[in-house]
């Protein structure tokens, strides 16, 4: 399974992204989706999580309300919307896979450990 993430850019402050993770392999569909992030000197940190179907979504504090995150199972592709985008969203973004099985909750979601595969990350700097 490869994992590739694109979209990042430099952008100012207020800005929109959107970046996009393709996931080879015909199971993408079943796997847990999440985004996260790092920021230079800091460690990785959860941004996004969205179920196999859709939904249930969940969100760090810090991005909640300006992030979204969606999927597309026909194209293997997951999405993080990012709007009203600040300096302190600046970071290495990844996008990661889960191939468990069942629902999980949010503490779960956010534990980098679980998931099974990683894509190299695309990097979003905003600017002031």
């Known amino acids: 399974v490869q994992l590739q993430a694109s979209g990042g850019g430099l952008v100012q402050a207020g800005d929109s992204l959107t970046l996009s993770c393709v996931v080879s392999?015909?199971?993408?569909?079943?796997?847990?989706m999440g985004w996260f992030r790092q920021a230079p000197g800091e460690e990785r940190e959860f941004v996004a999580f969205i179920s196999w179907s859709g939904g249930p979504t969940y969100y760090a504090d810090s991005v909640k309300g300006r992030f979204t995150i969606s999927r597309d199972n026909a194209k293997n592709t997951v999405y993080l919307q990012m709007n009203s985008l600040k300096p302190e969203d600046t970071a290495v973004y990844y996008c990661?896979?889960?191939?468990?099985?069942?629902?999980?909750?949010?503490?779960?979601?956010?534990?980098?450990?679980?998931?099974?595969?990683w894509g190299q990350g695309t990097l979003v700097t905003v600017s002031s």
């Open positions: 990661a896979a889960d191939r468990t099985i069942g629902r999980i909750a949010p503490g779960q979601a956010i534990n980098a450990n679980r998931y099974d595969y």
């Open positions: 392999g015909r199971t993408f569909s079943s796997y847990k």
